[in-house]
């Protein structure tokens, strides 16, 4: 069975960010992801993973001003040394948290950008952060993000993001595969995910359509998880989804995700 990271960001939103922790401890996650730490103190953060027995497992860079609609700027001319400052800034947070992956959003561009010149500021920037963070044995991630959702958004198709890493061919740059985005957008998740598996990093899930549980909708979460297994990834998989209530009732797929799983290690035994 994959390790399953509550994202806190759209998981337990039923309570203040900081009582998130506890409550995805006290329903058995090991780890937990979430967007953004920066409006909180790192050691703050850190005492609560303690407290908890939880890894961090996965943060984002800053994105740039987010309540003006920027979504990150790896792919933008003209904010290198914005970009760097937060990449810093990120690796700051990361040490304290112990987490060994950064999410590096690509951003959007403006009509006006020429996007072979986009890509190319890309790949600069990329290549600066994973040099920079190969120093602390930190993964740098890129995701495809889905049109839908946040239109403009320079990655969106797996194979974008695969000849990205295979351009710069660099250990620590990695996809993060979010099957939920990668349905929205493409579909054909578990083929995709096998060609993509020698350098998936992590991967999220949620049910398409709506983000919510990985439990009813389009994609097969059973038969996913088993194809993860069967495919021998070994990393987290971040639980991003928005539940449809209490998040703790929108459990019952981890825990029929556990049943499939012990059947399968007793059946090997
Ligand atoms: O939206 C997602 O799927 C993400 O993982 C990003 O980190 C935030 O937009
Ligand atoms: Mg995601």
Redesign the pocket.
Known sequence: MPRFAANLSLMYTEVPFLERFALAAADGFEGVEY?FPYEYDPGVLARHLEEHALEQVLF?APPGDWAAGE?GLAALPGRAEEFRAGIRLALDYAAVLQAPRI?V?AGIPQDSDDLDHCRDVYLDNLAWAASEAAQQDVDIMI?P?NQH??PGYFLSLQDEALSVCEALNLPNLKV?F?T??CQMSEGNVATRLQAGLPRIGHI?IAGVPGRHEPDIGELNYPFLFAAMDALGYIGWVGC?YRPRAETRAGLGWLRQEEARASRTSGSAA
Request: without cysteine.
């Open positions: 967007l984002n979504r999410h959003m995701e993000i959702d946040m993060q979010d939920y985005h999220q991003e």
